[in-house]
């Protein structure tokens, strides 16, 4: 059974730093792109990051460029986010989603985290 599960999250200062982990399980994680996916409150779904199978080249929303290093370490199956320098308007449940391919094209995402919130506020 394909299983993504987010851990890491909680409540941080303005100008403060989280990781996410996603724990990857029921597939072969090496060979698939993975994403981060948030929903702030009262607004839609927001593409965060990518990184791609391969060559593991990554990419970013730009509000988050420079704030944000997606990672994976394919011997532990685990997909992370750090996020330094964290504003309010980061505060959103964050997603882990598996795509259907090597990259994420026409975001075809299989497979979903229950999601974990991030809050950030002073």
């Known amino acids: 059974e394909v299983q993504v599960v987010e851990s890491g999250g909680g409540l941080v200062q303005p100008g403060g730093s989280l990781r996410l982990s996603c724990a990857a399980s029921?597939?072969?994680?090496?060979?698939?792109?993975m994403t981060w996916v948030r929903q702030a409150p009262g607004k839609g779904l927001e593409w965060v990051s990518g990184?791609?199978?391969?060559?593991?080249?990554?990419d970013y929303v730009d509000s988050v460029k420079g704030r944000f290093t997606i990672s994976r370490d394919n011997a532990k199956n685990t997909l992370y986010l750090q996020m330094n320098s964290l504003k309010p308007d980061d505060t959103a449940v964050y997603y882990c989603?598996?795509?259907?391919?090597?990259?994420?094209?026409?975001?075809?995402?299989?497979?979903w985290g229950q999601g974990i919130q991030v809050t950030v506020s002073s």
């Open positions: 989603t598996k795509s259907r391919y090597w990259d994420w094209r026409n975001d075809a995402m299989d497979h």
């Open positions: 029921g597939f072969t994680f090496s060979n698939y792109a």
């Open positions: 990184i791609i199978s391969g060559d593991d080249s990554t």
